[in-house]
């Protein structure tokens, strides 16, 4: 089986720092299950790829050869275990690419945590689920695609389409996440592993996916799938990754600045920032309201509360966050009436819903921020365009107020998964270029504490369709 994983940054040849492989020879390491080669097909300044070759011995494995806990035996010499990508090229990876996995370089450290543009090219893949599926897995992760599928026979087309693609990632981005995702994901598409699966296992899984898994809109299927379905580890890993999975409100933000007055230290942050979102929720008028990216469904449980909301939906990614959001507002306790004003729902802010449309007013809070770019304009073309409530309310963090904070290093976001933080500038610049795109006017507020020089804690945005907007 083969991975092959390019660059065009320059000096492109910087790629054999980040993989600890030099470009001028070819080197082989011996395997539990085989040998695996790392060679560079192209090595200039311009253009730099790394091979990695897996030479699986099947003979050797189905005769005992190989270890018990890695992997058990084939059970046939003849099957696609040389050469379509699984879980021994996950292996293989761990031991000649450990250094880049780990984000590690000594001789380019800064380069080791840097974007750069990267290519990678699985040439056969098992994909159980198809297409659809290897886009829902990577898409998500900021990659572009390029999928080749064939069918099983020329020859014979009624045979239909085989189960194998031949995949291309492209991205600008670290090199360890490339690795990582890779690392993870394509056992996952196989639906399979050649070795036991432990509870080992769940820690390893944690590790890998720290930063991106826990909000991963298919993070159930890949955490069942990458521990072999054993419901067991799978309800432990998933517990694990909600207690890992950050909170949208700023931990940093629990205790106020301390010239903050005694009046607003009386409410936590957060709990500033719902109320606001519900007052303006109130103003706009609005019968049928989305909560997106609800959680654990607190606001949920204040909407819930005003009878002028007659039907309030709420979305997440998470399986569990929504289950704990179904025991904050006693949804299995409501009578038959309460219990038909409300919906729960798991699914993605990145792709188009047809269960989003219809509705009145959206809240959207402290969510945006944990969106890379690609995911990010993503995001504004299914809500603004696609969903096109009447109203939007919206809150970010205001990166300004991050200098009040005596705990919060200059330059350090207020939580590890945001993937950016706006100032007032910045966000005002976003929201009236969005407004303006999709066809609403806005109006921007701060949300609690205010500093004469930072502005406020958080920043809203307020939009509310125009009458001649095009549908």
Not at 100 to 117: F, M, N, Q
Not at 309 to 333: N, Q, Y
Not at 438 to 447: A, D, H, M, P, W
Request: with cysteine; proline share 6%; net charge negative.
């Amino acid at each position: 089986m083969l991975l092959t994983v390019s660059t065009t940054h320059q000096p492109a040849t910087d790629l054999g720092y980040l993989l600890h492989k030099n470009p001028a020879r070819i080197q082989t390491e011996e395997l539990t299950f085989g040998k695996a080669h790392v060679f560079y097909p192209d090595a200039d300044e311009n253009l730099c790829t790394a091979a990695l070759l897996v030479d699986v011995d099947p003979i050797g494995l189905v005769r005992g050869r190989g270890p018990a806990g890695e992997g058990g035996q084939l059970e046939q010499y003849v099957n696609d275990r040389p050469y379509a990508a699984n879980s021994f090229l996950s292996v293989a990876m761990s031991r000649v690419f450990a250094s880049a996995l780990g984000g590690r370089s000594k001789d380019r450290p800064e380069l080791a945590e840097t974007a750069i543009p990267l290519q990678a090219h699985i040439p056969v893949l098992r994909a159980r689920g198809g297409e659809d599926l290897v886009r829902r897995l990577f898409e998500p992760l900021g990659y572009t695609l390029d999928v080749q599928n064939t069918v099983l026979d020329e020859q014979f087309p009624e045979w239909g389409a085989s189960p194998y693609i031949s995949l291309t990632l492209h991205a600008t981005t670290k090199l360890k996440d490339l690795l990582t995702h890779i690392y993870v994901l394509v056992p996952v598409l196989d639906n399979d592993k050649h070795y036991f699966v432990s509870a080992d296992e769940v820690e390893k899984l944690l590790r890998r996916g720290e930063g991106w898994l826990p909000q991963h809109p298919e993070k159930d299927l890949i955490v069942s799938r990458y521990l072999k379905r054993q419901a067991a580890l799978t309800r432990v890993a998933l517990e694990r990754l909600l207690i890992d999975e950050p909170e949208r409100e700023e931990a940093v933000l629990e205790e106020p600045p301390a010239e903050e007055e005694p009046a607003e230290r009386q409410l936590s942050a957060h709990t500033q920032r719902l109320e606001r979102v519900l007052d303006l929720l109130r103003q706009t008028g609005a019968k049928r309201v989305l909560d997106l990216g609800c959680g654990e469904g607190r606001l949920l449980r204040l909407l819930l509360a005003e009878k002028q909301f007659e039907f309030v939906t709420g979305m997440d990614v998470s399986w569990r966050a929504l289950e704990i959001a179904r025991e904050r507002i006693r949804l299995d306790r409501m009578n038959e009436r309460q219990r038909a004003r409300v919906e729960l729902m798991q699914g993605s802010l990145v792709y188009r819903d047809a269960r989003l449309c219809g509705f009145d007013a959206a809240a959207v809070v402290e969510v945006i921020e944990h969106l890379d770019a690609p995911r990010l304009a993503a995001f504004e073309r299914n809500l603004f365009e696609f969903a096109q409530p009447t109203h939007i309310v919206l809150t970010t963090p205001n990166a300004e107020y991050n200098a009040l904070f005596p705990t919060l290093p200059e330059g350090r976001f207020r939580h590890s998964d945001h993937r950016f933080e706006w100032t007032r500038a910045e966000f005002e610049s976003w929201a009236t270029r969005i407004a303006g795109r999709f066809g609403y006017t806005v109006r921007l507020e701060g949300i609690g504490p205010e500093d004469p020089q930072h502005g406020h804690l958080s920043q809203i945005a307020i939009f509310s369709r125009t009458e001649n907007a095009t549908a």
